[in-house]
Each structure stands twice: as C-alpha cells, then as structure tokens.
C-alpha cells in the first residue's frame, strides 16, 4: 500500500513542487488548497483534491484521515496555527507516527528575533518540537526562483545594502529533500539545514537571472526608505511586506550552519547555471 502524504498548500509557491516531487517517487498525495483549479491545473489528476481553509481545524481533520505524512507550506502568517492545529488532532488521534516536514528558514535562529515571520517561525518549530509528533524541520536558504521577484515592470532591484551571501537553492532540491524526510527513518524529529551549492551576493544572483531572462537589465540597488515610499505611493501591501524583508536581511542575520543533511536527505546539487537553463 502506497503512502499517501497530506500536502496543506499544494497549489503555492513552495507546495505545488513538494507535491509534484512526492508523485513523482510514488507516494499517494492528497492537496488541501483554496482554489481547486488552479491546484488540478498545477498537480494534474493523479492527486486528491481538498478544498478548504487550512485554518479550519474540521477541515484538517477530515484531510489528515488515513495518511502518513504531512507537509505544512502556507503562508508564515498561518504557520504556527496550522502547524498546532495539526499536531493537536494526530495527538488526540493517538497518530504521533504521522510525521510533519515543515519549511523554516536558515535565519530561523534565536538571535534573530524581533521580525515577525522569524518570531512565527520559531514559535511553529517550538510548538512542533514540542508535539509529540514525529517531525522534519527544513531550514532552506534563499530559492533561486523567488529571484523573480525582484523583477518588476522590466526593472531589477534589490532593496538595501545586502552584502551577505546566500547559499542559494532551487525549489527542486527543496522538493527532493522534503520527500526524502518522509522516506527516511533517521530523519524523524531532526532540523535539517538545506544550503545550495554556490554562495552568492543578492545582486549577483539577480544580475544572472536577468542576464537569462531579461538581457540587457542591469540589477539595481535602492535604499530602504525609498522602497518603502514606493509601496506607500503604489498603496502595495505585497510591497510593503517585501521591503520590510529586505530590510530585515539589510541587518545581514545570523544564518544557520551546515547539520549533515547529505548524510540523510542528499545534497542540493543543482547550480544557478543549471537552474537557469531549465
């Protein structure tokens, strides 16, 4: 019998590859999402289909029925409720078996405290930890493909003085490493680290996913304050969520170090190069 694997955003950014890796090792994935077809026209026919809120705790339970795994990737704002939502339903089931893979983030630390999606974080890893319930947390650095973000109306920018460099990683490694957490024993209630293979500045970064898919734009760098009079100007949420971000890396955070993770999840082997060709 196939294990099937809860995902809760399967239609996102990050949970739209974590399903299409987990079909494709042959697990059975059944999708709790908000728009149906935009998750069928993502996943295809071959996995199960929920539609609800994932804040709902009756619509959770009635998604975490008969499967062996779940993966949490909603919004960060929601992190910490789902993530207790959950884990209080599988406890109350008498089903701790039921592993969690849940996406944290590499300056997910202690000393970082103080912005609101790393406090979210940390208190979701907290209340996992804290469960009962078989976990893997994955703290991965920057994607490569959140890179086409920066890129807006035929500009590139980043935000601030980034002078930190990120190790960063393609979703389908992420996506990999996630679905190797369900197949692993060893990686039951264990905090992996997820580095890409190259450390790279922001703007560096940017300037070759430009060079791929904009020639000719040059990556720009702009203050903090006149980011935030941008997304003011443009009345922008998604904006003033975005520079608030960068001006949280602006402070160069304390990132997580390397944990062994090629010894149980493999390593990410996929390069910007790579990625960019594909």
Not at 23 to 39: C, H, P, Q, S, Y
Request: hydrophobic share 45%; proline share 4%; net charge positive.
């Amino acid at each position: 019998m196939e294990k099937k694997i809860l995902v809760i955003g399967a239609a996102g950014f990050v949970g739209a590859p974590v399903a299409k890796q987990l079909l494709a090792d042959g697990f059975a994935v059944r999708a709790l999402v908000r728009n149906t077809d935009k998750a069928r026209q993502l996943l295809g026919d071959k996995a199960e289909i929920i539609t609800g809120s994932f804040e709902d705790k009756a619509t959770l339970e009635k998604a975490l029925a008969n499967v062996s795994g779940v993966n949490i990737s909603v919004p960060w704002q929601s992190e910490t409720q789902v993530v207790r939502y959950v884990s209080e339903i599988l406890v109350k089931q008498g089903r701790k078996n039921v592993r969690i893979s849940y996406i944290s983030g590499t300056t997910a630390n202690p000393e970082n405290r103080g912005y609101a999606m790393i406090d979210e974080k940390l208190k979701a890893e907290d209340v996992l930890k804290s469960s009962g319930v078989e976990y893997t947390i994955l703290r991965p650095s920057w994607f490569m493909d959140a890179l086409a973000l920066f890129v807006n109306d035929g500009r590139a920018t980043v935000f601030g003085k980034q002078t930190q460099s990120y190790y960063f990683l393609s979703l389908a490694d992420f996506a990999r490493a996630v679905s190797k957490a369900h197949q692993a024993e060893a990686a039951a209630n264990k905090t992996f680290v997820l580095n890409g293979p190259q450390s790279m500045l922001m703007a560096d970064a940017l300037q070759q996913y430009c060079d791929a898919h904009y020639p000719g734009v040059k990556a720009a760098s702009m203050p903090i304050w006149f980011g935030k009079m941008l997304a003011a100007m443009m009345k922008s949420t998604s904006m003033k969520d975005f520079v608030q971000m960068m001006a949280y890396f602006e402070k160069s955070p304390k990132v997580s170090q390397p944990n062994g993770v090629e010894a149980i999840l493999g390593a990410p082997s996929m390069t910007m190069s790579d990625w960019l060709k594909n």
